[in-house]
Each structure stands twice: as C-alpha cells, then as structure tokens.
Nanobody
Framework: VQLVESGGGLVQAGGSLRLTCAAS????????MGWYRQAPGKEREAVAS???????IYADFVRGRFTISRDNAKNTLYLQMNSLKPEDTAMYYC?????????????????WGQGTQVTVSS
C-alpha cells in the first residue's frame, strides 16, 4: 500500500487548504485512515481519524476548523483545513490501518505517507 499526500503549501493566517491522500496498492487492506502532523522539534500528533464506516475523531485543537472525509470509491482521504493559525504549521502525514476502528494512537497505524508541508504565516 502506498499513501501519497498533496495539497500543502503556504497560506496566511485565517486561510484554508485542502489536503488529499491518494491510496494505491492493495486498497482492500486499508480500513481506518487518519491525518497526523509534526512540527519541527515536536512529536508527531494526531489530527483526525475516520473509520471505513465514517466514524470520526478529532483532536481538540482542530475541532470546528478541520474536516476529515474520505471517498472510498476513489481510494482518497481528505482534510479540509479552515481558519488556519501559525501554530498549524507542520508536516502533515496520512496514515492507514488494516483492522480496527478510528483511533488517535499512531502505533496502531500500518501505513504512512511521506507528508506534505503546511506553512501558515502570521
């Protein structure tokens, strides 16, 4: 399974970006998918997770601003990010797991993308 993120870039505070994660390979092996982010000098942290059935979990710091969604027919995961803040600046990673529901535990994910950089200027 390969996960490829896109859609990152430079945006001003208050702006929006939409991240996309395209999955290829043995797609049937992916159930739950999630978005993580990692800022320089910080640990990778969970942003949101969505199960194959559509159950969603958000981190408190993005609830109300970010929306995770997936198109199973296109094998694609999305993250719509609105009202961006400078503290949202990070490398954003897509992740997938074979079995189990939505989770914020990064140790439970089997597949990871290479990341896409999001930079929010003040």
């Amino acid at each position: 399974v390969q996960l490829v993120e896109s859609g990152g870039g430079l945006v001003q505070a208050g702006g929006s970006l939409r991240l996309t994660c395209a999955a290829s390979g043995v797609i049937l092996s992916i159930g739950t998918m999630g978005w993580y982010r990692q800022a320089p000098g910080k640990e990778r942290e969970a942003v949101a997770s969505i199960s194959s059935g559509g159950y969603i979990i958000y981190a408190d710091f993005v609830r109300g601003r970010f929306t995770i969604s997936r198109d199973n027919a296109k094998n694609t995961l999305y993250l719509q990010m609105n009202s961006l803040k400078p503290e949202d600046t990070a490398m954003y990673y897509c992740a997938g797991r074979q079995f189990g529901g939505a989770t914020m535990d990064r140790g439970l994910y089997d597949y990871w993308g290479q990341g896409t950089q999001v930079t929010v200027s003040s």
